[in-house]
C-alpha cells in the first residue's frame, strides 16, 4: 500500500500569508493526487484533482504542483476561512489511501 | 443535483452487529464509485473501502479487509457499510463519498454517520 506523509503536522500563520503543504508519497503516484481541505465538524471538500486541477468552485487562490512522489498545496495568501485541516490522497494503486493531514492554525 | 444521505448515528454495544446505509440521488447509481471513509474522534481520514454498484466489484483497504463488509443495492441506490462483530475501536464518525466528475477522488459525500461502540 502506499503510504502519504504529510508535512509539516501543524503550520501556524496569519491571515494574509502564503501556506505551502507538502505531501509525499512511498512510491511514484505520476500526477494521481488530490487534496482535501477539513473545517471542524464538516465534510471534507475536494480542492485539487491530479495534482494540480481545481475542483468546481475552488478559488484561484488555491494551486496544487508536484508528481512522481513529491507534491506541494499551496494557499497564495490565507483567508480566515482557509484555516482548516488538509488531506491528500492518491488514486495510483488501490488501496487509494491518505495522507495524515496538515492543520493550518492561526497565529 | 447529485445528494448522498447516510442514515442517523448509531449507539450499539461490543459484539453486536450494525449496517449503516448511503443513498444516492440525483445521478446514475450504477455509473460511480461509492467508498467508505472512517474517521476516529480528532484523527485523520482513512480509506476503508469502495464498491462500483454496476457489477459490485468491490476494494478493500488491507487494514479493514475482513473486519467490515461493503455492499449495495443497485434497486434502492443504496450502499452500505456493515460489522459482524463491533469493538469499542469501531468508534468513529463513517462517511460515505462518490467519485464523480474528478476522476477516482471523492468530489460528493455523504453528511457522514457517528458510529459509537461502548459496553
Known amino acids: 500500500e502506499i503510504v502519504l506523509t504529510q508535512s509539516p503536522a501543524t503550520l501556524s500563520l496569519s491571515p494574509g500569508e502564503r501556506a505551502s503543504l507538502s505531501c509525499r508519497a512511498s512510491q511514484s503516484v505520476s500526477s494521481y493526487l488530490a487534496w482535501y481541505q477539513q473545517k471542524p465538524g464538516q465534510v471534507p471538500r475536494l480542492l485539487i484533482y491530479?495534482?494540480?486541477n481545481r475542483a468546481t468552485g475552488i478559488p484561484a487562490r488555491f494551486s496544487g504542483s508536484g508528481s512522481g512522489t513529491d507534491f506541494t498545496l499551496t494557499i497564495s495568501s490565507l483567508e480566515p476561512e482557509d484555516f482548516a485541516v488538509y488531506y491528500c490522497q492518491q488514486r495510483s494503486n488501490w488501496p487509494h489511501t491518505f495522507g495524515g493531514g496538515t492543520k493550518v492554525e492561526i497565529k | 443535483e447529485v445528494q448522498l444521505v447516510q442514515s442517523g448515528a448509531e449507539v450499539k454495544k461490543p459484539g453486536e452487529s450494525l449496517k449503516i446505509s448511503c443513498k444516492g440521488s440525483?445521478?446514475?447509481?450504477?455509473?460511480?464509485?461509492i467508498g467508505w471513509v472512517r474517521q476516529m474522534p480528532g484523527k485523520g481520514l482513512e480509506w476503508m473501502g469502495i464498491i462500483y454498484p454496476g457489477d459490485s466489484d468491490t476494494r478493500y483497504s488491507p487494514s479493514f479487509q475482513g473486519q467490515v463488509t461493503i455492499s449495495a443495492d443497485k434497486s434502492i441506490s443504496t450502499a452500505y457499510l456493515q460489522w459482524s462483530s463491533l469493538k469499542a475501536s469501531d468508534t468513529a464518525m463513517y462517511y460515505c463519498?462518490?467519485?464523480?466528475?474528478?476522476?477516482?477522488?471523492?468530489?460528493?459525500w455523504g453528511q457522514g454517520t457517528l458510529v459509537t461502540v461502548s459496553s
Open positions: 491530479d495534482a494540480s
Open positions: 463519498a462518490i467519485y464523480y466528475g474528478s476522476g477516482q477522488y471523492f468530489d460528493y
Open positions: 440525483g445521478y446514475r447509481f450504477t455509473s460511480y464509485w
